[in-house]
């Protein structure tokens, strides 16, 4: 058995850049500092601030809620949870169920949008209507609306689960594909403007493995389950398991990538943006991503944004 390196307890983890053995309560306490310095090092959160954080019923955002709760006294801000049902069979049931357990024992208020009652359809039917791929259809969903929900219920930032490795997957991609509007908005922070509201990814610098043995460690809520929906690329798996490779062989060169693309590159998130003529909403292209999905399902945006409103309103506080 190998021992915690600050008590005698047994070790659950090893943490590799640094080579230390930790215990579940020791594990636990070890990474809320370290976000805690990751949110201090980009500058995440004021004193203040009222945190949208998005729940998706898997380890790494139940982890980031989990964190975020127990570090608000201190460092001064507020917090909300959201989850939003996308209405994929079982699985959605079983993600929201997670989710809404996991907000109701860190006792946070917290709302939940399903998207059967906000647009008549689950991403499933969606994407079979309007001939779009599930992942991607999914993907302008959750943004419009994380983002409609923050300005509803008047949060300063939102927050989302994303690792180490999801942004360095996301970096390493659109740096092959010299994207560089998206590579711009890779960045541990992104600042709010016009009813734009500001991203923050407190996880960036934990990998998913520490998410993972956080989450079971704590007991938190959560589903070990994939999207039935998802469908990897190629070229994404590929990246992952270069990344993975990377964590292994050479821990902090990850995490140096992430620190120096976020100094090197000007956040250009908020250039370039304009209003959508349907929804009012900023976006770089008008109609929206958005509401180019409503006009073709017929549906109005002013529907949508009341009802959003009305749910957010109806939120125990
Ligand atoms: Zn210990
Ligand atoms: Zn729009």
Redesign the pocket.
Known sequence: MVKCARCPRPAVIKIRYSKMHLCDHHFSEYLVERVKRTMERYDMVGRGDEILIAASGGKDSASLVHMLADLSHEMEYSVIGLHIDLGIGDYSERCSAKAVKLFEEVNIPYIVLDLRRILGHGIPELSRKIRRKACSLCGIVKRYLMNLTANACRASKIATGHTMEDLAQYIIKAFLLQDQEQLSRLKPVTKGRNGLIGRIKPLCEITERETFTYAYVNHLPFTYEECPMFRERTLDAEIRSFIKRMQYERPSIVISLIRRQSEVLADRSAKNLIK?A??G?P?STS??A??KILIKLGRE?EDVINRVYEIAEQMSR
């Open positions: 959508c349907y929804c909403m976006s109609p929206c958005f509401c945006p």
